[in-house]
């Protein structure tokens, strides 16, 4: 029977990955950055100041086009965002352009960040066991194959998954930089197994508040645009 290294085989999907997706990324860019047309329907539309960004509670790639430079891996570091080497891009405008531009770079900015992690990983691998995760039982999952057949693993599995934790009484707030901004969760908690009250922070929720203040007085075609420039996403929409 062959054993398998799962940890090989994610290293080398990862491998594949950093070498292809770069030209992917070029060859788009080569399509779009300077083409006239593009930018002839992109440059000036859906603009928005980085005061009104900022009253609307605007985060992510939309708030950085228009020229603030917040992100909340560097100004809240968490999951040790704060070793790693990385540039935050920012606009000028705020229009539909200016938010392509910023998404763009931060595809170069992600991939930067996956190879400074990989290279961190292989400095330690060949080290005893290759484990990669932190020795946190009551919070990591153990391997399927442990669950099947070590009762130690099964028990952590059930309290995990069950939800057998111990929640101090009071209330938190903590975000990470999704894709679209900052997401966030607020807790409320009574000292129960469960939060007395939660509450998210959808980035998007907040977004599609200005759309009508953005497409004001544009064509029809400028709201399409302008939609799909905020990268919407619909499962956030629910208040």
């Known amino acids: 029977m062959v054993e398998l290294n799962f940890n090989n085989i994610a290293f080398e999907k990862l491998e594949k990955f ?3 997706y770069p030209k992917a990324v070029k060859e788009f860019e080569s ?10 329907r992109t440059i000036g539309v859906g603009p928005i100041s980085a005061e009104r ?3 609307y509670g605007f985060t992510g790639p939309n708030l950085r086009a228009a020229g603030v430079d917040y992100d909340v891996r560097v100004h809240s570091p968490y999951c040790s965002y704060e070793d790693f080497d990385f540039t935050i891009p920012v606009g000028t405008t705020g229009d539909c352009y200016d938010r ?3 998404r763009e770079e931060e595809q170069w900015q992600s991939l930067s960040i996956i190879e400074q992690a990989y290279q961190k990983v292989q400095e330690f691998k060949g080290a005893e066991a290759e484990v990669y995760h932190a020795d946190v039982p009551e ?9 099947y057949t070590k009762m130690e693993a099964l028990i952590w599995h059930f309290k995990i998954i069950m939800g057998e934790i111990d929640m101090p009484a009071g209330e938190v707030y903590h975000s990470v930089e999704g894709g679209n901004g900052e997401l966030g969760f607020y807790f409320i908690s009574d000292g129960g197994r469960a ?3 939660l509450q998210l922070r959808r980035p998007c929720f907040i977004y599609y508040q200005a759309f009508e203040e953005l497409v004001k ?6 709201a399409i645009i302008v939609l799909s420039s905020l990268n919407l996403i619909a499962g956030e929409m629910d208040g």
């Open 31 to 40: 399509m779009f950055m300077r083409n006239r047309i593009f930018m002839d």
């Open 18 to 20: 950093l070498s292809e």
């Open 195 to 197: 939060p007395y009250r």
């Open 139 to 147: 919070y990591y999952l153990p391997a399927k194959e442990d669950v």
């Open 100 to 102: 392509f531009l910023v």
């Open 53 to 55: 960004a900022l009253n």
């Open 217 to 222: 007085g544009s064509l029809l075609s400028d």
